[in-house]
């Protein structure tokens, strides 16, 4: 402990970066907003594709509440977004219209999954918990297959044909529509989570991740806590899911599938989980991968995205949003 | 006036080895306790116990006259019982000040406050830069405490602890670790403590114990052997005994009572 010379306590100190800058949580809200803008100018025709990229970001951002700043383990979490699209589909099939009323009642379906998940992996710790999150999408999936008179089952729910965004907007053939509409949600669901994951409870919650022993020693509880983020999570994977069923017009067993939740864990690790906007670089390249390479080559793109994953994972442990901090560093001091 | 600990006659055993035999004590507001005794004598295991971390085999435990027994340990740290580690358990990843406005937070029940800025709670952060100066870490304040060196993370340990505003404290060798000439920064922290605030230390460090304490407890295979003040303690031959390891090779009852100092419950 090398003796530290007395100074003032509350004069803000040189290098602090992580606080009091009052705005800073807008900074990556309005990047998005601006590359989204860029991206419906420059590439009008590709809107249904960047329309599903942002839905697999809202998806990987809920994912990363709860594993990367909560540290659960999970491979379960389509049932959560599943539920979502089910609900709003279901919905819309039986007459309700209302584009935003189905998204927002698929975010109440995600939440009361995120509940009932919750309750059953938060019982469990590490592997037994990734092997229960595991049975229960595994349960979800034969459920909604089973129930193939309300689902649709394999054939997939369809006839989902929402009326306008506000009375005013009908989705368009080219997706202008849904893209803006994604868009807004996935601004607006950034700069509330950004606040959230900056909270009390945030930090709550990344020490829950660390070392919960420790959280209790200083009087914080965990398992309601947790099962709190998951309802949040829930929240949002269920406005994914929502947003793709009002986009897209179809909802898919996929959507509850094992395989769905593993790709969401490969793009949080992928762009770096606990950052958020690590989820949305990673859904970025994950998808912008399956879109494009898989267009020239079908039967080899997974071999590319697995080759890809293992350079990030070894050279980036952090994650490709890293990147980002990384070249930061290299601007020179006193830059923002 | 009601202890504001009392632990009477507690028990615990692990796979038949006896860990905590049949302790008993009190301490009083503004008490100064040390806890001695060799290794694996069942220190660390006693503040588990207190805390609730492990169950007791029997024994009752009482904050401020009420039986906790058989109260959670969260719920025992909101009633004014916290402890420190022996080997530090800090959250790597966040900041100095970050570990105080937790701390701080937390004890006013705010961690569950989804949509609040943390900058927004102006008191806290006051509190949490006071604490932060008092302990002389403001240089450190907003480095993570994975880059801090150990001595100053033994110093956050404290800060936590002073940070729930405890009536009860308990210090599991809070200068372990750390090279001796380090150990006057540990000193002075403790010494800077409230002085209504009841404190039992466990230390091995004698200048910190005799510097520290009014009252010392000597344990030994789970058993308190005794008690006096420091000086009664340092002088007493079972206490040399039990240092020495020939404690083990000695009928325990036919340790012949030192000449001055006080045995069993005070
Ligand atoms: N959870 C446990 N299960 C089994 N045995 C345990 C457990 N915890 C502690 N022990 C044993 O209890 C005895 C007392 O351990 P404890 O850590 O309380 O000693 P201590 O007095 O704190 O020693 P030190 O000075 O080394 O910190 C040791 O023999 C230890 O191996
Ligand atoms: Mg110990």
Known sequence: MAPIPGRPAASPRPGCRSRGVPGRELVAPTVVAILGALAYLAFPDDLAFFTRIIVAALFVMSLDLVVGYCGVATLGHAVLYGAGAYAAGILCVDGLTDPLLLIAAGSVAGVVAGLVTALVILRAHGLPQLVLSIAVVQLAYEAANKARDITGGSDGLSGISPGPVFGLFEFDLWGRTAYVLALVLLIATLVVLRRVVRSPFGLLCRGIKQDPDRIRAIGGTIYGNLVKMYALSGAVAGLAGGLTAVTTGVVGLDSVSFEWSAEALVMLVLGGAGTLYGALVGAVVFTGFEHYVAAVDPYHWLFVVGALLIGVVLALPAGLGSLAAWLRRLLPQGAP | ?266
């Open chain 2, 1 to 266: 006036m009601t202890a504001a600990l009392e632990v009477q006659s507690l028990c615990r055993s692990f796979d038949g080895i006896v860990v905590a035999d049949n302790i008993s004590l009190s301490l009083a507001a503004g008490d100064r306790v040390a806890l001695i005794g060799p290794n694996g004598a069942g220190k660390t295991t006693f503040v588990n116990l207190v805390t609730g971390t492990l169950k007791p085999d029997a024994g009752r435990i009482l904050l401020a006259g009420v039986d906790v027994t058989a109260v959670s340990d969260v719920e025992r740290v909101r009633r004014g019982l916290v402890r420190t580690f022996q080997i530090t358990r800090l959250f790597p990843d966040m900041t100095v000040h970050e570990h105080l406005m937790l701390a701080l937070l937390q004890r006013a029940e705010k961690t569950g406050r989804l949509f609040a800025s943390l900058d927004s709670f102006k008191d806290a952060g006051a509190e949490a830069d006071d604490l932060i100066a008092q302990l002389g870490l403001a240089p450190v304040a907003d480095v993570k405490v994975r880059a801090l060196a150990y001595g100053h993370q033994r110093l956050v340990e404290i800060a936590i602890a002073v940070a729930l505003k405890p009536k009860v404290l308990l210090l599991d060798e809070p200068a372990a670790g750390i090279p001796h000439d380090e150990v006057l920064r540990i000193i002075e922290a403790l010494e800077r403590l409230p002085a209504d605030l009841a404190i039992l230390m466990i230390e091995h460090d004698m200048d910190l114990v005799f510097r520290f304490a009014e009252r010392v407890i000597v344990l030994a295979a789970g058993k308190i052997v005794c008690q006096g003040t420091p000086e009664e303690v340092g002088r007493d031959p079972a206490v040399r005994a039990v240092y020495l390891g020939s404690y083990a090779s000695r009928d325990r009852d036919a340790l012949g009572p030192g000449p001055t100092v006080g045995r069993g419950r005070a």
